[in-house]
């Protein structure tokens, strides 16, 4: 089994791991035990090979289609728009353009309170840096602005009394 102090690496069949699977799934078990039973070096391979399971499961029910998450703004609004104005169906148009239903809906949603301005990327982007998409938006904003130059007009006036104070004291 050791060569070179380097244990080898056991390999086990699609069948052999079904079984362990299917024995965990249908309760006969805990991982461990299931582990134990199989001979394997720890629960916690039963439970990749669960993972694995359901991965190719779910794979399987969305026709082998594989979702991204990486949907640009044009295709996003593209694939709304397929929906509002194609007539297509959420979940024709979700396969079509490799999305989860559900965030389709919410491109969908966001797209009919904000138009397209509400499918774009906001996160890690400072408010006051962003064009406001709605009347709230930009009076946040605003407020956000006067906050900011308050303080730093308070910072100049905390320094020049400072910078007098200092001139007095010399003088």
Known sequence: MAENGNQCKRRYGEDFKRQAVE?????????????????LRSGNLVLDWVKAYHERNSKRETGGTIMRNDHTTEEQLEAVLACLEGGRALKEAAQAYQVEVQTLRSWVKKYQELGSAGLEDRRGKRLADQTPRSRDEALRIENARLKKENELLKMELYLRKKVQELERVDR
């Open 23 to 39: 024995e965990y799934l249908s309760g006969q078990g805990s991982s461990m035990a299931i582990a134990e039973k199989y001979q």
